[in-house]
């Protein structure tokens, strides 16, 4: 499952050797079969490739039976005739194979070209890095023509907001519940979500979907949208790990590749990683903080209250004071005995509840030192990239995926050759790709206006 974020209008200023995919380029259907015609005297009408094939089959024939043994002379001459026409095939299909080449040969997009897509482009601190993220992986994915690089530019730009935010923005409630902690939460007496004392029953989040592999709120807040197409959650993340590595042990000139691409980007503009990494660790800190007291989660559609370690360990306390006094009674009745059972049964249950969330609080507090040592390095200006030893389902490495445009742009590699997603562009099918991306139709209009402009100006 894919999850977009929301993006301005495409026009706004603001704000792995891998395994090949063959190319679904459309080319010129031939066919293997004879086209024969009856005419109404029905004597057959023939096409070029017939006459041809059968000229050809007639002139070696004759050529076979007029060669005999003491026919040294025609022999010798006939096998000159036959070398020279096998260089001269061989030589038309070592051209046909060249052209062939050139013509899947890939063209890079300029900056002016994006300047006319995305006015003011140019501008941005990171525009070349990011350009060059871009045409890098584009050519990967085999985007070699203007329909294909113009569906993977509108697609990746709703989803980035023009390559302004490649990791998706807010707070660990947005994460939880997609809204932001300046809105009042309830639930009300259906079990759906009022905000403001107004009922929305289609909030698109809720992370803690079984679709998308997370197992708890640590997992909601590491794996939320990330990279140019914002993919989400703990079973994205992970198919992208053993992509990377199944590649780049394949291909040991593309592990030094991308690790010095992305050291480059860092070195190259430091203070944009520092100021990212910054932001997630405050994240990942209020989460650590929202997990002492009672929060509220969006689980398959239904929101639930879920109470924090503060809480849990009160009602544990209560718990346990009546249990000791229902133990103090000198001759207990059957029900007192039984209410003592249920009640040490439901202690029981919520020190299991205590201990996992004290889990996932201890796993946000390790995310919070791996960036914060990540943010030491990237200060130091030595912070180094080892992608055998890169764990993308673990920080630092989940949290680069949004913010360096190299991986941003490779886990669009990833998910572009996994969905070949270059089918739906050759039959310039917006609405298909967006299907496969997002699960629907979500800034359709946008997208198919974005390709629009992006095939006029590739073209």
Not at 102 to 129: C, H, L, W
Not at 223 to 246: E, H, L
Not at 319 to 326: A, N, P, R, W
Request: net charge neutral; aromatic share 8%.
């Amino acid at each position: 499952m894919m999850n977009s974020i929301n993006s301005r209008s495409f026009n706004s200023i603001d704000s792995v050797n891998t395994e090949n995919i063959k190319s679904t380029e459309k080319k010129p259907e031939i066919s293997s079969q004879s086209e024969v015609s009856i005419k109404g005297n029905d004597e057959p009408s023939y096409n070029k490739m017939d006459i041809d094939f059968k000229a050809n089959y007639y002139k070696t024939m004759l050529t076979q039976t007029s060669l005999t043994s003491s026919d040294k002379t025609s022999n010798k001459q006939s096998k000159t005739e036959n070398q020279t026409n096998k260089a001269s095939q061989n030589s038309a299909t070592k051209e046909v194979n060249n052209n062939n080449s050139t013509a899947n040969k890939y063209v890079p997009v300029t900056m002016e070209q994006m300047d006319k897509m995305i006015p003011g482009f140019s501008k941005r601190g990171n525009s070349e890095q990011v350009l060059d993220a871009l045409n890098y992986t584009m050519e990967r994915c085999e985007c070699n023509s203007p329909e294909r690089k113009a569906m993977f530019l509108a697609q990746t730009g709703v989803e980035s907001g023009n390559f302004t935010v490649y990791s998706e923005m807010g707070d660990s409630k947005y994460f939880l519940m997609g809204v932001s902690t300046r809105k009042d939460i309830e639930i009300n007496a259906n079990g759906n979500i009022t905000i403001n004392d107004k009922e929305a029953n289609n909030i698109h989040r809720g992370y803690l979907k079984k679709d998308l592999g997370n197992k708890d709120v640590a997992d909601v807040i590491r794996f939320s949208g990330r990279g140019f197409i914002q993919i989400t959650g703990r079973n994205n993340f992970t198919n992208f790990d053993n992509w990377v590595g199944k590649n780049i042990k394949q291909d040991p000139k593309l592990k030094s590749e991308i690790e010095s691409r992305i050291e480059k980007e860092v070195k190259d503009n430091p203070q944009a990683f520092i100021k990212a990494v910054d932001k997630q660790i405050n994240n990942v800190d209020d989460s650590i903080v929202m997990l002492n007291e009672t929060y509220v989660v969006k689980v398959n559609g239904k929101a639930e209250y879920v109470p924090g370690i503060n809480t849990l360990e009160r009602k544990i306390k209560g718990y346990e004071q009546s249990i000791e006094k229902l133990k103090q009674i000198p001759e207990p009745t059957p029900g007192q005995k039984k209410a003592i059972e249920d009640l040490t049964a439901n202690q029981e249950k919520l020190k299991t509840q205590l201990s996992q969330t004290k889990g996932q609080q201890e796993k946000l507090k390790q995310d919070c030192i791996a960036l914060q040592k990540f943010r030491d390095g990237v200060e130091k200006g030595d912070f180094k990239v080892d992608l055998e030893k890169a764990d993308f389902t673990q920080e630092p490495y989940s949290f680069l995926i949004g913010s360096s445009p190299t991986l941003a742009s490779t886990t669009t590699e990833y998910y572009w050759k996994n969905n070949n997603l270059n089918k739906y562009a050759d039959s310039e099918d917006v609405a298909g790709a967006t299907k496969v991306i997002n699960g629907g139709a979500k800034a359709l209009d946008e997208r198919k206006e974005n390709f629009d402009k992006a095939l006029k100006t590739l073209k």
